[in-house]
């Protein structure tokens, strides 16, 4: 996995999906040249999918129109996030043709063609937007071609320990970075903090690294003596969390693709103790869909249920009580696997 970057020219090979990103803006190119250090390419073996992202001035120099044939699939409200309480990603999503067209209003439009495999977005001056902000439009855009290559990603954290993986899906405030954290510093290896992909490999799911940057509440940095001492040069300021990267805190080697074990999912409570409840295979699958991102492809999405499906198959599911024991949560969750790898070797 690598990129290269030539002027505003990136070379990306994602879990073997090659992507040529192309930009007019120094800004945003050196933000995806952030997000995706981990994927760097000298070369492309094949004809590679294509990302093109072009900094206009104003929204009406953008030149893709809405085309009254357009289909309206989701209209979004938009994301408040600042000091300013500033109106981000206000986002229509329509369909014409085979073509995905996401309009973002005042911040630009991204135009997806599935059939070519290719993006050609236009971002209203990505320059004075949060790096974060402006990075996240090519993100989505990345994985709307992942997914129709059968690339999947939904919001969890991802471990690896012994070849087996542990996903803690779970929405903001409900523990999943607290419990991947206390898993992570007691020597579980990175898959992902908020997007692992996933795919079928066979007829079994495999998880596959996406190491972003960790993203921490004041709550959450309380609990661990590393971060409560890390330096500012460590431990940055982002847009509405601060954030640190997992190599420069947590030194081990980045987690390899394997098959997911356990599935997680978290509940605060207010005991001493935490303890986990086995969940049905129904249950987990009803409480995981939540988490899968939005498909706008009716295609798509049943490929990407049908994998969902093997994935709740094929793990443990539990749901896990977390109490205010968080430094013991490896205590609960190793136990889980070695039982596990017992089973299967019997």
């Known amino acids: 996995m690598s990129m290269t970057m030539a002027a505003n020219e990136l070379l990306l090979s994602v879990h073997g999906m090659e992507i040529k990103f192309v930009t007019n803006s120094t800004a945003l190119a050196t933000s995806v040249a952030t997000l995706l250090r981990?994927?760097?390419?000298?070369?492309?073996?094949?004809?590679?999918?294509?990302?093109?992202?072009?900094?206009?001035?104003?929204r009406e120099n953008v030149p893709i129109q809405i085309p009254p044939s357009a289909k309206r699939l989701y209209d979004g409200s938009g994301l408040v996030i600042g000091a300013d309480r500033q109106t981000t990603w206000l986002c229509?999503?329509?369909?014409?043709?085979?073509?995905?067209?996401?309009?973002?209003?005042?911040?630009?439009?991204?135009?997806?063609?599935g059939a070519s495999q290719s993006v050609q977005g236009y971002l209203v001056r990505p320059e004075t937007m949060a790096p974060d902000i402006r990075v996240s439009f090519v993100h989505?855009?990345?994985?709307e071609l992942l997914k129709r290559r059968g690339l999947y990603t939904f919001h969890a954290t991802a471990l690896?320990?012994?070849?087996?993986?542990?996903l803690i899906p779970g929405?903001?405030?409900?523990?999943?970075?607290?419990?991947?954290?206390?898993?992570?510093?007691?020597?579980?290896?990175?898959?992902?903090?908020?997007?692992?992909?996933?795919?079928?490999n066979g007829a079994r799911v495999e998880i596959l690294p996406y190491p972003l940057k960790i993203?921490?509440?004041?709550?959450?940095v309380s609990f661990f003596p590393e971060l409560r001492e890390a330096p500012a040069n460590i431990l940055?300021?982002?847009?509405?969390?601060?954030?640190?990267?997992?190599?420069?805190?947590?030194?081990?080697?980045?987690?390899?693709?394997?098959?997911?074990?356990?599935?997680?999912?978290?509940?605060?409570?207010?005991?001493?103790?935490?303890?986990?409840?086995?969940?049905?295979?129904k249950r987990a699958l009803e409480m995981i869909l939540p988490h899968s991102l939005l498909v706008y492809d009716a295609e798509v999405a049943r490929r990407e249920f049908q994998a969902l499906v093997r994935l709740v198959e094929q793990t443990d599911c539990y749901r896990l009580h977390f109490g205010r024991d968080v430094l013991e949560l490896p205590w609960l969750v190793t136990p889980l696997l070695e039982k596990r790898q017992t089973r299967l070797e019997q």
């Open 38 to 58: 981990h994927f760097e390419c000298k070369a492309f073996n094949g004809r590679p999918m294509l990302m093109q992202f072009d900094a206009v001035e104003r």
């Open 92 to 113: 229509d999503i329509w369909s014409d043709q085979g073509l995905l067209i996401a309009d973002f209003h005042e911040e630009g439009v991204v135009l997806i063609d």
């Open 140 to 143: 989505f855009a990345m994985t």
């Open 160 to 166: 690896e320990k012994n070849g087996q993986g542990v």
């Open 171 to 200: 929405f903001s405030g409900w523990g999943k970075t607290t419990s991947f954290l206390s898993l992570l510093r007691s020597g579980y290896r990175y898959l992902s903090d908020d997007h692992p992909f996933f795919r079928l």
């Open 215 to 220: 993203n921490v509440t004041d709550d959450t």
């Open 236 to 281: 940055h300021l982002g847009v509405s969390k601060r954030y640190f990267h997992a190599e420069e805190l947590y030194p081990g080697p980045l987690g390899r693709p394997c098959e997911p074990a356990v599935i997680l999912f978290p509940q605060v409570v207010d005991a001493p103790y935490s303890c986990l409840e086995p969940l049905s295979k």
